[in-house]
């Protein structure tokens, strides 16, 4: 079946260090891949997606790359800001039907 | 890119009471609709899934009678939680996906509930 693992947090950093967030999959046929971003009280933003193995989706600093071989599409930044902070979720669309996979969701904090 | 909305954004009601969610795809015509809905500090949990003109789909466990479902157009899916109670209380989030936009869901920015 399909599924998705993410680290758990919380996760605290301080301002411009490095990110990480891992997460992997488990899925049948060819998935789409996704990171979502939830700021406090609002809903979900896609951050990034990757449709292909070795794909890197990439935006505002935080980039993810599709790897087939590890089921892997980790989240990375080189250096947070305190604007960061919010929960991120890993995502998996199977393109086989309508259903959309979500990790767990890892809070960030960033302090200055 | 594909906009979809959410109203009310928040709402207050009483135990007892039913209340409505819209989610409006603003531009394009979304075939397939997804209701979700977020537990403090938990991840998604899918719903229902409604097809433009059918009946939901509703994921193992959900109430059909409590958590009514309509898409009667293209562009608008309701959700109605009946006979509300605190338990009910959640973030509620819609998605949609059709015409230019199959490739993957769209999210709306959710309808935070909470139940009195």
């Known amino acids: 079946g399909n599924s998705v693992t993410q680290m758990e947090g919380p996760v605290t950093l301080s301002e411009e260090a490095f990110l990480t967030i891992n997460c992997t999959y488990t899925?049948?046929?060819?998935?789409?891949l996704f990171w979502y971003v939830q700021y406090p009280g609002e809903g979900l933003q896609l951050l990034l997606k990757?449709?292909?193995?070795?794909d890197k989706g990439s935006n505002k600093g935080f980039e993810a790359t599709y790897r087939k071989e590890t089921t892997s599409f980790h989240l990375e930044k080189g250096s947070v800001q305190v604007s960061d902070s919010a929960v991120y979720f890993c995502?998996?669309?199977?393109?086989?039907?309508?259903?959309?996979?979500f990790g767990t969701g890892t809070s960030l904090t960033v302090i200055p | 890119g594909a906009v979809v909305s959410q109203h009310p954004s928040r709402v207050i009601c009483k135990s007892g009471t039913s209340v409505k969610i819209e989610c409006r795809s603003l531009d394009f015509q979304a075939t397939t609709m997804f209701w979700y809905r977020q537990f403090p500090k938990k991840s998604l949990m899918l719903m229902a899934t409604?097809?433009?003109?059918?009946?939901?789909?509703?994921e193992q466990g959900v109430e059909k009678d409590k958590f009514l479902i309509n898409h009667a157009s293209l562009t608008l899916s309701t959700l109605t939680v009946t006979s509300a109670h605190p338990e009910d209380s959640s973030f509620y989030i819609c998605?949609?996906?059709?015409?230019?936009?199959?490739?993957?869901?769209?999210f709306g920015p959710g309808t935070r509930l909470l139940v009195l």
């Open positions: 998605s949609a996906r059709g015409g230019r936009y199959q490739e993957t869901q769209y």
């Open positions: 995502a998996l669309d199977s393109n086989t039907g309508n259903q959309f996979y």
């Open positions: 990757a449709t292909k193995a070795d």
């Open positions: 409604s097809n433009e003109g059918s009946k939901a789909t509703y």
């Open positions: 899925a049948t046929g060819y998935p789409s």
